[in-house]
């Protein structure tokens, strides 16, 4: 009955079947995962994608620990003998946590309260004379209870008694709670303002010293902002509709009369809002506004992050790579084709001529003694300069690329990175660490905690567990939407391959250092604790480039091979030959080969996998440089134009990279002529744009841009772009059309689960 319910109250959410979440949550509770279910059984679930198949996970989760609670409720109201029909009825209906917890508020067991103890003296019938609202004077009634035996000594006393109880009643009353809830999410206000003597300590708050927000409206950068500034003592915030409002919706609710039992109610009411009801909504508004902002800070950063793990790679090019700097050198490091450390130096192109020539000698010698093609500069202090120094250079044939550093140092400090180099320092560990994620941004990050990558909103501010699971998701999506070469790839990286994880990864890398590389996929069940059940999940997601069966270069699965080699055996070729020839694939009839379990859906992803095995569905590499001469924010004068890096969207806007060691920002309302709610809808992490410098702040290091075309600015200083040397052929790529903006995963995931709440 429970499973059934939650089938279809999924299936209503989400606007899919029933019997295609019935199917999903059955694939997940088997052990399988998203990426799997939403690749190779599209016919069992209707063809869901990765993103309905997460929102269904997610969900059903959710409905289930809603009904672990819901049972534990009912066991402690039957325990404490007060469990009614009514009240059953009531919990079996509710449909959120806090629908539970309402109505289980005034059962659930508390410490002693002002209104505990007035029930214990007897003043709980006044209490409901109070509420009754007859027109008998409180007074006369009030002392029938006077009772020195019981600890009331007086009328007062009485009334005050009965006040408590009814006080508590109001805080404690479902429907109550769930107006106010109401009144505090559509009419409450935050209201920050800066704690005596911490103006100069806080001034990075200023803008929160006297500030004032819709709480329905309040974007969720700035509310971590000011809980941020709350948490380090700077700032004092509240959140809360006014007073009058809230009184008023109180009398509405229990005021029926005009009396003076209804006076001792109104005195009750605003006891019990002031006292019980505003502290415990605004904990309430706390943490529903904490955990909204936190939703969204963690889909930004996943978002962020699955726009970097998805970059443009160089490829495999033998490779130079440095980490920069000033006094104390650049550490250089040479790589061959699979990112090997070849050789490791340290040289000094900016401390003095002597050792600029020096440098000079080293570089070029380097150059051409390990063939280099492509060098890797990191983007940190002296990268610029760094970059003219190797571009006067003219080596030939080589492409010049500096590289986002963000996470290089988290890297070399690590275990993974001490594990692979224990006997080099970090600052060699880093420049390798550079050199790699040019030429595989996805395969060197995943080596990296991705909350160190520099692309996040308030990411240690927000729920770590969620951010976690969430970064994890998003890892796992395009580890496995790419493909994981078998034979080269890293434990970190085979760790987030369907149905392994960290053990098994380890386990097949020992076994490839112990018998080579692998052949076929099948080897794989040779590898210590790789069952069938990690075999089915991971084997479709493994490459093997120049392997025996030419399909385990595809991500065609295993279980399908039968079904190809059938296509070829009728017409009478090789499933070699059907790879190559697409006469021979467009004579296929796909509808011969459906079958119980094979439907059309995965005939159309085999014969689009046969067209081109293994393919990166990742953007082709192309170079990109910086305006020459402009190296600092000092160079900066308002009106350039100049070629950026996007490297951080946030919901304000997005920060870009000009070169000169600070990012700028282009406004929400900058970045385009027409009105756009999120810059996802325009940019992505790491797409090249032209920005305008707008407003430049020296001493606060501040830099803000444009995007906007065709604006009255001041007369545009014209700075043109250093000219691009000639590069090998195989980096040279033709312009792509902008793509149409569309939602990501991880949006349609926000997407669907805002239907939830």
């Not at 029938?144 to 007062?156: A, H, S």
């Not at 312009?735 to 689960?753: I, N, R, T, V, Y």
Request: aromatic share 6%; glycine share 6%; proline share 4%.
């Amino acid at each position: 009955m429970e499973s059934i319910n939650h089938h279809i109250k999924i299936a209503q959410e989400l606007a899919v079947g029933s019997k295609q979440v019935s199917a999903a949550i059955a694939l997940l509770d088997e052990g399988a995962t998203v990426p799997f279910i939403s690749r190779y059984r599209k016919e069992v679930t209707g063809s869901l994608d990765e993103v309905q198949v997460a929102a269904i996970r997610d969900r059903v989760l959710q409905l289930r620990d809603l009904d672990k609670r819901r049972e534990a409720i009912l066991k402690s109201l039957t325990d404490l003998g007060k469990l009614t029909t009514e009240l059953e009825q009531q919990i079996q209906a509710a449909e959120t946590m806090v629908q539970l917890e309402d109505i289980y508020l005034p059962y659930r067991p508390k410490r002693k309260t002002r209104a505990t103890a007035a029930r214990e003296k007897g003043l709980q019938p006044l209490a409901d004379f109070l509420l009754a609202q007859k027109s008998i004077d409180p007074e006369l009634e009030a002392g029938k209870f006077i009772d020195d035996e019981k600890g009331v000594k007086t009328v007062e006393e009485a009334l005050a008694g009965a006040r408590d109880i009814i006080a508590e009643h109001i805080s404690e009353n479902a429907e109550t709670r769930a107006k106010m809830r109401q009144l505090f999410t559509e009419k409450g206000v935050f209201e920050s303002r800066v704690a005596p003597g911490k103006e100069e300590e806080g001034i990075k708050y200023k803008d929160y010293f006297e500030w004032t927000e819709p709480v329905k409206s309040a974007p969720s950068h700035r509310i971590l902002a000011m809980r941020r500034g709350e948490k380090e003592e700077i700032l004092y915030l509240d959140i809360k509709p006014t007073e009058e409002d809230a009184i008023a919706l109180l009398e509405r609710e229990f005021i029926t009369s005009r009396n003076a039992a209804a006076t001792q109610v109104g005195l009750a009411i605003a006891d019990g809002y002031k006292r019980l009801l505003k502290p415990s909504m605004e904990t309430e508004i706390r943490l529903l506004t904490k955990k909204k902002a936190d939703d969204e800070a963690i889909r930004v950063f996943a978002e962020n992050a699955r726009q970097l793990l998805l970059g443009a790679p160089l490829g495999q090019k033998r490779m130079m790579a440095i980490d920069p700097g000033f006094r104390t050198g650049c550490k250089l490091v040479c790589l061959d084709e699979q990112g090997k450390l070849l050789e490791n130096t340290a040289i000094y192109p900016h401390t003095g001529a002597g050792q600029t020539k020096e440098a000079e000698k080293t570089v070029t010698h380097l150059f051409e003694r390990y063939h280099i093609e492509a060098i890797a500069i990191g983007n940190g202090t002296a990268g610029r300069e760094t970059e003219l120094f190797i571009r006067n250079l003219n080596l030939q044939g080589v492409v010049i690329v500096m590289v986002n550093e963000s996470g290089a140092s988290i890297y070399s400090a690590s275990d993974v990175a001490r594990e692979e180099f224990p006997d080099k320092d970090i600052t060699v560990r880093g420049a390798v660490s550079i050199g790699r994620r040019l030429m595989d941004p996805l395969a060197e990050l995943v080596k990296i905690d991705p909350k160190s990558i520099g692309v996040g909103q308030y990411q240690h501010d927000v729920d770590q567990n969620k951010l976690q699971t969430s970064l994890d998701d998003t890892v796992m999506s395009c580890v496995n939407a790419v493909g994981v070469e078998l034979n080269t790839a890293s434990k970190q990286i085979l760790a987030y391959v369907s149905g392994l994880g960290p053990q098994l990864a380890q386990n097949i890398v020992e076994y490839r250092n112990q018998n080579g590389a692998f052949k076929r996929r099948d080897q794989l069940k040779k590898v210590a604790r790789l069952g069938d059940k990690a075999y089915e999940q991971a084997a479709g997601f493994l490459r093997i480039r120049g392997a025996e069966n030419p399909l385990d270069s595809s991500s065609v699965h295993p279980e399908r091979y039968t079904l190809v080699e059938q296509m070829a055996k009728d017409l009478k070729c090789s499933v070699q030959d059907l790879m190559r020839d697409s006469n021979l694939r467009k004579s296929i009839s796909l509808q011969k080969y459906i079958s119980d379990t094979v439907g059309l859906p995965t005939l159309n992803d085999i014969m689009a996998e046969l067209a081109k095995p293994g393919r990166d569905p990742r953007e082709q590499f192309e170079a990109f440089s910086f305006t020459e001469g402009v190296n600092a924010i000092n160079d900066l004068k308002v009106g350039m134009k100049l070629p950026g890096i996007v490297t951080n969207i946030t919901n304000f806007g997005a920060f870009v990279d000009i070169g000169v060691h600070q990012d700028g920002l282009v406004h929400l309302s900058q970045i385009t002529n027409r009105f756009i709610k999120d810059p996802n809808e325009v940019l992505k992490v790491h797409q090249k744009v032209e920005v305008t410098v707008t407003e430049v702040d020296v001493n606060r290091k501040r830099i803000a841009l444009s995007m906007k075309e065709n604006e009255k600015r001041e007369p545009a200083t014209q700075v043109k772009p250093r000219e691009q040397r000639p590069v090998q052929k195989q980096f040279a790529q033709k312009p792509k059309p902008e793509p149409e903006p569309e939602m990501d995963m991880m949006s349609k995931l926000a997407a669907l689960k805002n239907k939830f709440k």
